[in-house]
């Protein structure tokens, strides 16, 4: 596995135990989504899908590695892969006009995954 896959499934490790620590309220939701979550409710929907999103990642990135079986072919894998290149893209010049400091500082780790997608694409 290459070190630029490495450091994208730990990034993806450690964003899944960063939804899962909101979800628990142990971090508040007020700093992610632009700070514009009204109610818990809407907190438990829009964290839950977004770690579903980072578990099926890490999922890919590990067939894409080989770590686990692929169940999914090689260009199926490729074209998931471009998919969330482009995903992070987009969520990059989300997170620069973000309110929260900490949303804007995602935009380094976001266009890190966006390129190594991309190239893990090709």
């Known amino acids: ?12 490790v450690a964003y899944c135990i960063f939804h899962v620590l909101i979800l628990l309220q142990i971090i508040s939701y007020t700093i992610v989504w632009g700070g514009k979550i009204k109610s818990i409710s809407e907190m438990y929907i829009l964290e839950g899908v977004s770690l579903i999103i980072m578990l099926f990642i890490g999922l890919i990135l590990s ?11 090689a260009k199926t ?22 309110e929260t400091i900490i949303e804007k500082c995602q935009a380094i780790i976001t266009i890190y995954l966006a390129v190594v997608f991309y190239k893990l694409s090709k």
Do not use: C, E, H, W
């Not at 596995?1 to 993806?12: E, G, V």
């Not at 067939?63 to 072919?73: E, W």
């Open 1 to 12: 596995m290459k070190l630029s896959q490495k450091i994208a499934l730990i990034i993806i």
């Open 77 to 98: 894998i490729k074209r998931i892969l471009l998919f969330f290149a482009f995903f992070f893209m987009l969520n990059t010049i989300g997170n620069l006009l973000a």
């Open 63 to 73: 067939m894409k590695s080989r770590l686990v079986k692929p169940i999914f072919t």
